[in-house]
């Protein structure tokens, strides 16, 4: 909803003559605020500004001598993904360990499988290059990320561990490479035994129990089959702690995550990090997060009354009628419930309840389809034109037969940040003509 120009100019005015009523000291007569002169002023902004320099400066020596005792343990560490400093969305170049910080949800989410759904809910955006040349790789902070609610991977990776670190979990952010090759960050979770490590993707909130491939055992031996995608890893870090791959091999299946033997892990001094991950007035990351004002219920309404609409007009064009079961449509409720509840915690349930009832709706004699599928926007005409192009979909919505009742079932689901997940169930039942 848009407010008129002149509401608008009412408020900007407003906060114009609250802007000018702001005061540095107390009002009051209180004589022992003195004003700070000008020149005072940015004397000390100039001398904060080089304190802060010169931490940037011995930083930056002492990660380039860490680098150089890690090349120096072996020749193939050259190729190893140990990334120590990144780009953020102002152009500067920062250690990641600054990009981390505990992140706790309030009530907002409720465990750390939600925390995973939430930043999944956030869409995968990939910095395009102004012209030709290589992609740049940007690393927002979290109050960049959060306020245009999309990014790259490594900034979903990167809120995605500060959620679990404010829910009480050793979570760190892993740098290396996926299927082909390409690099990928992730979140690993480390338990109280070594043995204890769990993959978290942040682009799918999928879960994975790394178990590790002993390449010293006998073929005999049978060896654990991993079923995640992340090919090798050459560091992981957190706010406190960074460290970097030094093990013989860096493949994720032969890799030990026991962060305490220091011949498989090097790491860099926690003072060091702290000193450049330090309290800053550019690098202040701890933000709540802010509720979610959509009104789910309303909103479902407005999207599925909308696609009723359009699903009937497509039909028209195709020279068909659409007769629309109501009580099929709230049917369909539950399996979204099902689909939704299994992306968050990894579990499937009511699957039974739900073919039970369609089995009471559809008469004998006729059949029943179905088509679900998820996005991440409320836009019903955007959710239609991409659901169509699946051959499923489109058989459903393009359905000829005897007795033909559409259906069609929306459930949005709403997260922190505005972040919203909407569940369509597009269905149909029929009579076939022989």
């Not at 690393?139 to 561990?161: K, R, T």
């Not at 590790?212 to 702690?241: A, C, W």
Request: glycine share 6%; aromatic share 10%; with cysteine.
């Amino acid at each position: 909803m848009s407010l008129p120009t002149e509401k608008m100019a009412e408020i900007k005015q407003l906060i114009h003559n609250r802007l000018q009523q702001l005061d540095l000291i107390p009002a009051g007569q209180d004589s022992s605020w003195i004003p700070l002169a000008g020149d005072v002023l940015e004397a000390q902004l100039d001398l904060e500004r080089s304190r802060r320099a010169e931490i940037e400066r011995r930083f930056l020596l002492y990660a380039k001598h860490y680098w150089r005792e890690f090349l120096q343990m072996r020749d193939e560490h050259k190729d190893r993904l140990v990334k120590i400093f990144a780009q953020d969305e102002k152009g500067v170049h920062r250690c990641v360990c600054s990009f981390v910080c505990p992140l706790k949800a309030g009530r907002l989410l409720d465990s750390p499988q939600h925390a995973a759904r939430f930043v999944t809910a956030l869409g995968l955006q990939r910095s395009q290059p102004v012209g030709g040349g290589v992609r740049a790789e940007i690393w927002s902070s979290l109050f960049a990320f959060l306020a245009v609610n999309q990014g790259e991977c490594e900034s979903h990776a990167v809120l995605l561990c500060s959620l679990l670190l404010g829910f009480g979990l050793d979570a760190y952010v892993c740098v290396g490479t996926k299927g082909r090759g390409t690099s990928h960050t992730w979140v690993v979770t480390l338990g109280a035994a070594p043995e204890t490590v769990t993959f978290w993707e942040p682009t799918s909130g999928q879960r994975y129990i790394h178990q590790r491939v002993n390449p010293e055992d006998p073929p005999s031996v049978t060896q654990p089959m991993n079923k995640y995608p992340y090919k090798t890893i050459g560091s992981l870090f957190n706010h406190r702690s960074f460290y970097a791959n030094c093990q013989p091999l860096d493949i994720v299946e032969v890799c030990s995550f026991d962060l305490s033997d220091e011949s498989r892990w090097k790491a860099m001094s926690e003072e060091a990090i702290k000193s450049i991950s330090g309290p800053s007035p550019d690098w202040i990351q701890c933000v709540p997060l802010c509720s979610n004002p959509v009104d789910w219920i309303l909103s479902s309404n407005e999207i599925e009354r909308e696609l009723r609409g359009l699903i009937t007009e497509h039909r028209q064009h195709l020279g068909l009628v659409t007769v629309w079961d109501d009580e099929l449509s709230y049917m369909l409720t539950p399996a979204l419930a099902s689909y939704e509840m299994e992306r968050v915690t990894g579990a499937q349930f009511g699957n039974d309840e739900f073919q039970q009832a369609i089995r009471r709706a559809v008469p004998d004699g006729q059949s029943f389809k179905g088509f679900p599928i998820q996005f991440l926007h409320r836009s019903a005409k955007k959710a239609f034109v991409t659901a169509i192009r699946n051959d499923i979909c489109d058989g459903i919505v393009s359905c000829r037969g005897d007795q033909v009742q559409m259906a069609v079932r929306v459930r949005v689901f709403t997260y922190p940040e505005n972040a919203c997940v909407t569940w369509i169930m597009f269905a149909c039942k029929y009579k076939a003509i022989v």
